[in-house]
């Protein structure tokens, strides 16, 4: 059974496949694989991804120490994982270069992180095997301007950022450009949706609003024909009045536009407060 496709499994993907020419940052990307990617006191890389596996299959090299072992999943369901003996080497050194120490942090994110898609709420995490690796990666993240947040899972410290902007950051310093435009269009996409849900919903308030509105006024001025009779009212308001009545649903600019001759919303608004004054006085 296949790896399922998503936003984190499609960048770490991408990400293994990307050449690496520089021999001092395929080491540090080696170095990091086996950092990140090994449980405590075990020389033993695992990964889910069979991409991830052979990328780092091919870093290593001749200091490989045997094939890539496919080792099915025990429930259901469960995805095969994807093991590599390590080599016994001295830990890895603190990385020099800028472009070292991204390596390292796509290593890690190759390693030990997950990406989530904005359905879910962004959310950029990562895992480390130990309280040792942990602070190397938070010192590495920190290096390139990012502060992650961190919680304990399992009695295991997670580094995670929820802001769209240090995720997409954080996908650029490791070269993860498939992933950032991604998200990006993803975000725009999201934010779209938002903005039309926005004016949609102030549209539906202002058509509420101004039901409610034509509702009082029809209120009042069939008081001020019951108590007063429109026909004593002035033409001007008389006319506003028989067409607020005839047309209970119309805005005040339909209003304006049904008067002879056609008058501005404005106006039509003043004579509207000049009939709500009338029906007021007669109420006292």
């Not at 469960?78 to 070292?100: F, G, M, V, W």
């Not at 130990?130 to 990012?146: C, H, K, Q």
């Not at 996908?171 to 975000?187: T, V």
């Not at 029809?218 to 019951?226: F, M, P």
């Amino acid at each position: 059974m296949s790896a399922p496709s998503s936003l984190s499994s499609d960048a770490k993907d991408a990400l293994a496949r990307t050449p690496v020419e520089a021999a001092h940052c395929r080491a540090a990307l080696r170095e990091g694989l086996a950092t990140y990617g090994t449980a405590p006191g075990r020389r033993v890389f695992r990964t889910q991804r069979p991409a991830i596996a052979r990328l780092l299959w091919a870093l290593l090299g001749d200091r490989g120490r045997g094939p890539v072992r496919r080792v099915p999943g025990r429930r259901l369901r469960k995805l095969p994982t994807y093991e590599i003996d390590l080599p016994d080497e001295p830990a890895a050194s603190k990385p020099a270069t800028r472009c070292d120490r991204r390596m390292e942090l796509r290593a890690a994110f190759l390693a030990s992180g997950s990406l989530a898609a904005p359905a879910r709420g962004y959310h950029l995490e990562f895992v480390p095997p130990d309280d040792a690796a942990t602070r190397r990666l938070e010192g590495l993240l920190r290096s390139e301007g990012l502060r992650p947040r961190t919680s304990r899972r399992k009695g295991r410290t997670v580094l995670y950022f929820k802001d769209v902007d240090h995720i997409t950051l954080f996908l650029a310093a490791i070269g993860a450009a498939q992933a950032m435009f991604a998200l990006e269009d993803l975000r725009a996409l999201k934010e779209t949706k938002n903005r039309i849900h926005r004016l949609v919903n102030s549209e539906a308030a202002n058509v509420d609003r101004a039901a409610g509105a034509a509702a009082a006024q029809r209120k009042r001025i069939e008081l001020i024909a019951d108590a007063y009779g429109l026909r004593n009212l002035s033409p001007v308001l008389r006319e506003v009045a028989e067409l607020r009545l005839a047309h209970p649903s119309d805005t005040l600019a339909e209003l304006g536009r049904r008067c002879v001759p056609e008058i501005k919303k404005s106006t039509v608004n003043s004579r509207m407060a000049a009939l709500l004054r009338l029906a007021k006085t007669l109420e006292t």
